[in-house]
């Protein structure tokens, strides 16, 4: 029987059988494996209205419906998977789900490892460009990755698949209490979750996260299959699988978390843009597209300006490598060495203009009424009380002053 055992090693996944740097690629064996003996799973357009929305376009297959529009499908019990706690925890580490415990004891199933182990630093401590890239989106596995992958594929394969009245006569027994039945239920289904979980590759998530997050569905699956209803396991486990994966992305797959209702419009918006480009065989506008997608034109502006993938003020740049993109981002909001000198020497040579043509108290109310100097502006009221005058000997004083300055000499001197 499948026997995974946690090791100490930076939390990796350590099997009987490590695979060796000279296997077939990757991608290759693990299709090959999920291909074979899967002849029950119903992965058919029948079924297609019994899976949550992955959020994937995949050409020549009709439009998965949302997440949140298939849950309402399910039994009320279903929905409680909504509420389930974080699941990076080991599971017998949840609270108040003895089912859980039990499942996880006689598994012996532990947490995949979610990143590689620790980034590779230049001497003095910089950290490559390749340290700060987003692991998921690549399209191969690195070396570490892959190696546990198809360790973690080798055991699986080891189990067989089990026929419907297999399935029967395991939930039969699970019904009466029997682990090791609920254990062969689990295990014999493993190959399930990864060919689903290999459809999200690149969201946010590695692969093994995935897995990982597929797996906890799968034993909320067999925990609630109903044997009498006459269907699959496959078609029942497939809903909790993926929705637990679809949680998972929507949870943790950013940096900057957002809600799952504004992931599930995103993928709406998404999939509606690509199906009137090949429609109308150009970019449709947004009003097209609000119409299309049954939103509003501002509440679609407001959910496509979400916020992207980040990127850190330290990520080395240019061909050496030896500047942080911080160093190279002009601030827009503060003013260039150049306007800051040729500022200054404009000030000065208005300060020089003023006390060559005006009398001390003119420059007063012309700084106080203009907010020359410090850049706030006075009323006449206030001027006036500051000077012991009344306002309408301000505004004679400051029209004076200004017609002083409105002289083509002066004028001539401030142009130049």
């Not at 942080?324 to 909001?333: C, F, I, K, N, Q």
């Amino acid at each position: 029987m499948l026997d995974l055992e946690r090791a100490d090693t930076g939390n990796a996944l350590i099997l009987d059988d490590q695979p060796t740097r000279d296997d077939p690629d990757l991608e290759k064996q693990l299709d090959q494996l999920l291909t074979k003996d899967l002849e029950y799973i119903d992965f058919d357009d029948d079924n297609d209205d019994a899976v949550v929305d992955d959020g994937e376009e995949e050409p020549g297959k009709d439009e998965e419906p949302e997440l949140d529009e298939d849950l309402s499908g399910l039994e009320p019990a279903a929905l409680e998977l909504e509420e389930m706690p974080d699941m990076h925890e080991d599971l017998t580490q949840l609270p108040g789900s003895p089912e859980l415990e039990d499942t996880a004891s006689l598994l012996s199933l532990p947490p995949l490892p979610a990143t590689r182990a620790g980034a590779a630093r230049r001497p003095g401590g910089r950290r490559r460009r390749a340290d700060y890239a987003d692991e998921s989106t690549a399209s191969a596995l690195d070396t570490g990755e892959s190696d546990a992958v198809m360790a973690y594929l080798r055991e699986i394969g080891r189990v067989p698949m089990i026929s419907h009245e297999r399935e029967i006569e395991l939930a039969k027994r699970i019904e009466m209490g029997d682990r090791e039945a609920k254990k062969q239920f689990i295990l014999a289904n493993l190959r399930l979750v990864v060919s689903i979980a290999k459809r999200y590759v690149g969201r946010g998530l590695s692969l093994l996260d995935l897995i990982q997050e597929g797996n906890i569905g799968l034993i909320r699956a067999v925990q609630r299959y109903d044997w009498r209803r006459g269907h699959r396991f496959s078609t029942h486990a497939t809903w909790w699988i993926r929705q637990a994966i679809s949680r998972a992305v929507a949870d943790k797959g950013r940096t900057i978390r957002l809600p799952v209702y504004v992931n599930t419009a995103l993928n709406r918006i998404r999939r509606e843009r690509q199906r009137l480009l090949q429609e109308l065989g150009r970019e449709p506008t947004e009003q097209e597209l609000a119409e299309a997608t049954g939103l509003d034109p501002i509440r679609m502006q407001e959910l496509q300006s979400a916020p992207g993938a980040p990127v850190s003020l330290e990520l080395p740049v240019g061909e050496d490598e030896e500047q942080e993109l911080g160093d190279v981002l002009a601030d827009t909001e503060s003013a260039s060495p150049e306007d800051i000198a040729t500022t200054q020497t404009l000030k000065d040579e208005v300060q020089r203009v003023l006390e060559s043509v005006l009398t001390p108290r003119e420059r007063l109310v012309l700084q106080l009424r203009f907010g020359l100097g410090n850049g706030q502006a006075h009323p006449l009221e206030q001027v006036g009380r500051e000077l012991g005058i009344t306002r309408e000997r301000v505004r004679q004083i400051e029209a004076g002053a200004l017609a002083k300055l409105r002289q083509p000499p002066v004028l001539e001197r401030l142009r130049g």
